[in-house]
């Protein structure tokens, strides 16, 4: 939960209520401690100068805003001339504090031409004078809004030192990708090895951290092989959401790290995401957060219906009017709206059209480093904008941020249809689907895979993806545009009239050049066989 930022307290009066006041911030694994003026990580102080501790106490108590230059130099400067390159060296150096860089921006984001906003996830710890920091660092942190995950160190079952190694550089590595998801809250490794070689109990586990979710495994070598277990637990409950076993020969240590890695992500990103969406449709609708907002927003886009696609939308722009430093809310609203326009649900496609540009601008605005709204925004510029080019580079670095998130791996795959790149395209799905063959929406994964093999000339297969899409979800009407193409292009008449049928029983208004394009040259092969089909133009 996040506080509004409060004025300067007068001493006096600070002296009166000490008992109630707050003397503590905590992020990550950092207690910033603003009675003590002291700054520790983990068990650990951290030398802070006290100009620099001055402006990370003013970041964090105004984080609900984006602060300016001359806002920093009248409170830390006493309004006194400072030139941008002492400003700037001052925050790197805070940056630098807090584990922090100008490059990375995770706490300590720039907002050109604005101002600097501390965007970090923080606690508040209230209690009564005279604690100590130490005591603080014991007391239960509230659970984030957002998901929240602590990987434990794995237990090594071997009896052999050296898979110790390889055991802990493995969770390292699982930390690192799972922190490249900015919608998680994941504990630092150094928090979480604080638990290495002790029994635990996840539910404590839980509490101390402030996590909702622990991952834990354990790994045992034999006989040239390599097996790790892994599992998901609930942090509250103790229920087990996610546990799988990955069997590796024991060749390349790094290769394996990696190919466990993506594995071991893969399958529980999109398992956390669909637990939170339960758990937010449990709650009670009219005291909803913007998260609260997004997660129902994601629920009603699974089936993808006029009436489901209508109110993800609302949510959506709700989640953005909440938060409107909520990048991620807009760039998903933005492609709703473009998806309102393609499966022909919308009442006035131009004002759909307007509206999906102007979204993902926003999201751009807000943060365009975020490889999930980049995901987001390729397609819709690809398609509303015409602008391909852009969206191909846009998903390439989407996917070089964070190359363990399938969205943006299926982002890539659509662009790459629209760049007129099939085979880019069909491996992107692949990797996809490989990454996430349960997603709620792999049909349109299968769908832009049935695209991009008809381009290929590749019909036969085309049929299987778009078959299965339809078998995933019946009412999705785009795999019948691919089922109609291929089985035209085969001459395949019978088959193609009755996928025609279909396709215009769930889009009555279904035209190629209102959902395929005129002249779009990219899906030249999927046109023709509309055509052949006799499908109106």
Not at 136 to 148: Q, T
Not at 163 to 191: C, H, P
Not at 288 to 312: G, I, V, W
Request: charged share 25%; glycine share 6%.
């Amino acid at each position: 939960m996040r506080f509004p930022a409060r004025p300067k307290r007068h001493p006096v009066i600070g002296a009166l209520i000490q008992g109630i006041r707050i003397l503590r911030y905590l992020f990550e694994d950092y207690a910033f401690d603003t009675d003590r003026r002291e700054l520790h990580r983990g068990a650990d102080a951290v030398s802070i100068a006290p100009q620099v501790f001055d402006l990370l106490d003013f970041l964090i108590r105004n984080r609900e805003r984006v602060v300016s230059k001359d806002d920093l130099i009248d409170a830390i400067w006493n309004g006194r001339s400072v030139s941008n390159a002492a400003l700037t060296t001052r925050l790197n150096v805070a940056r630098s504090a807090i584990g922090d860089s100008g490059e990375e921006q995770r706490l300590i984001k720039t907002l050109p031409r604005k101002g600097f906003r501390f965007v970090g996830e923080v606690r508040e710890a209230r209690d009564a004078a005279g604690s100590n920091l130490g005591a603080a660092r014991e007391s239960a942190p509230a659970l984030p809004e957002k998901p929240s995950i602590a990987v434990l160190p794995f237990e090594n079952m071997s009896g052999d030192p050296e898979q110790e190694y390889f055991a802990d550089g493995m969770v390292e590595e699982i930390i690192t990708a799972l922190s490249r998801f900015k919608w998680l809250f994941v504990i630092a490794r150094n928090s979480s090895f604080t638990f290495k070689g002790k029994m635990v109990d996840v539910k404590e586990v839980g509490r101390r951290l402030g996590v909702r979710y622990v991952l834990e495994g354990s790994v045992r070598k034999a006989s040239g092989k390599v097996r790790i277990v892994g599992q998901l637990i609930d942090a509250i409950t103790g229920a087990n959401i996610w546990a799988d076993r990955f069997e590796r020969d024991m060749t390349d240590v790094f290769a394996l790290q990696d190919e466990v890695t993506v594995a071991v992500v893969s399958a529980i990103q999109p398992k956390l995401l669909q637990t939170e969406i339960a758990l937010a449709a449990r709650r009670r609708p009219e005291n909803l957060t913007a998260y609260d907002c997004f997660l129902r927003a994601m629920q009603q886009f699974y089936p993808m219906t006029r009436p489901s696609l209508a109110e993800a939308i609302r949510l959506a722009h709700r989640a953005f009017e909440l938060d409107p430093q909520f990048g991620f809310a807009a760039a998903l609203a933005g492609g709703f709206h473009l998806l309102n326009v393609t499966l022909g649900y919308a009442d006035d496609p131009k004002f759909d059209r307007k509206e999906a540009i102007r979204l993902v601008r926003l999201a751009l605005s807000v943060d365009d480093g975020d490889p999930e709204i980049l995901a987001w925004v390729a397609p819709v510029l690809a398609v509303m904008a015409g602008d391909s080019e852009t969206s191909v580079e846009m998903t390439d670095r989407a996917v070089a941020l964070n190359p363990n998130s399938f969205v943006a791996w299926a982002s890539r795959g659509w662009v790459h249809i629209f760049g007129a790149e099939p085979e880019e395209a069909v491996r992107s799905f692949e990797r996809a689907i490989r990454m996430n063959p349960v997603d709620p929406v792999a049909h349109q994964m299968l769908t832009g895979m049935g695209f991009a093999l008809i381009e290929l000339r590749r019909f036969d297969d085309a049929i299987v993806a778009a078959k299965k899409a339809q078998r995933q979800n019946p009412s999705y009407p785009v795999p019948y545009r691919c089922l109609v193409s291929a089985f035209a292009h085969l001459g395949r008449t019978a088959e193609a009239r009755e996928a025609t049928s279909r396709l215009l029983e769930l889009d009555p208004t279904f035209t190629i050049s209102t959902r395929i394009g005129r002249g779009r040259s990219t899906l030249k092969v999927l046109t023709d066989g509309l055509r052949k089909a006799g499908l109106p133009e």
